[in-house]
């Protein structure tokens, strides 16, 4: 029952950060672990979900900087959860591996986001665009690389 609560807790739109860590560290008491660390990655996901509808609203403003600020969104997001799950989670493969798979799957989405909504690529702006947003990305995935996150 309270397994069930803490659940409902963990899925309100009002749930604050530290209310939310305070549910993961009470799942993890239950020895529900994997179930915490699901929670935590949904969490985490639609908080960046929620950055980029942010962004796109604003789109048209920064076209210039469109691929790298969403760039810098996904990867800055992969890094605080990377960090945020170490020190909840620890270093259990198990964990880090779905960070890993989660990390992956955010880059298929910004992939998929800078191609549907960038400027046509047939301009000459818009190869320096993606240029940008190539050499960003992969600076972040160094960062994560040397941070311990493997992608």
Avoid at 2 to 16: C, H, M, P, T, Y
Wanted: neutral net charge; glycine residues 4%.
């Amino acid at each position: 029952m309270l397994e069930n609560q803490l659940i409902e807790i963990s899925q309100q739109s009002s749930v604050g950060i530290l209310e939310l860590k305070n549910v993961l560290s009470s799942l993890l008491k239950l020895g529900k672990g994997p179930l915490a660390h699901q929670i935590f990655l949904k969490s985490y996901g639609s908080r960046l979900q929620r950055s980029i509808e942010d962004f796109l609203a604003l789109c048209p403003c920064y076209p210039k900087t469109y691929s790298t600020t969403l760039s810098n969104l996904v990867f800055s997001m992969i890094s605080l959860t990377t960090k945020e799950s170490g020190l909840m989670f620890g270093d259990n493969p198990v964990y880090s591996n779905r960070i890993v798979q989660w990390a992956e799957w955010e880059i298929e989405s910004l992939a998929r986001l800078v191609k549907e909504n960038a400027p046509s690529s047939e301009t000459a702006f818009a190869l320096r665009a993606d240029s940008v947003c190539v050499q960003a990305s992969l600076n972040h995935c160094s960062t994560l690389n040397s941070q311990g996150l493997h992608i």
